[in-house]
């Protein structure tokens, strides 16, 4: 997944049974450029989308950019955009956001996605 690639997720049954799940993309589990985790009802955050990166196994500053849009036991697509300056995020919806690239690697191999969710398609362009 490199800068100019867009990646497209679909999926069913998103959070049905759990509070939230999670999708990173980085180059490993202590490398994540892009984490992506909406918040059904947990941590004191209910309906919250948390945007945020992780460098050398210590997560960053977080950004919850509004917008929340996911629904438990409903079938989504996100498309996620890797530009020069950042990511851009198509959310279900149709509403976009941005996250900086605060690793500022040119291309990303890890992708994972935690929690209670089937990916039906991961496309990658």
């Known amino acids: 997944f490199k800068r100019g690639n867009s990646t497209s997720k679909e999926g069913a049954d998103f959070c049905q049974h759990k509070r939230n799940c999670s999708l990173n993309i980085g180059l490993n589990d202590q490398t994540i450029a892009f984490h992506l985790n909406p918040l059904f009802d947990v941590w004191g955050d209910k309906d919250t989308i ?6 050398n196994g210590k997560w960053k500053e977080e950004v919850k950019p509004g917008g929340f849009c996911f629904f438990k036991g409903q079938n989504f697509k996100i498309i996620i955009k890797y530009k020069s300056k950042g990511f851009s995020i198509t959310l279900p919806n149709g509403s976009k956001i ?23 398609s991961v496309e990658i362009r």
């Open 50 to 55: 948390v945007l945020n990166s992780v460098e």
């Open 98 to 120: 941005t996250f900086p690239n605060r690793i500022s690697a040119n291309k990303y191999s890890y992708f994972r996605f935690d929690g209670d969710v089937s990916i039906s």
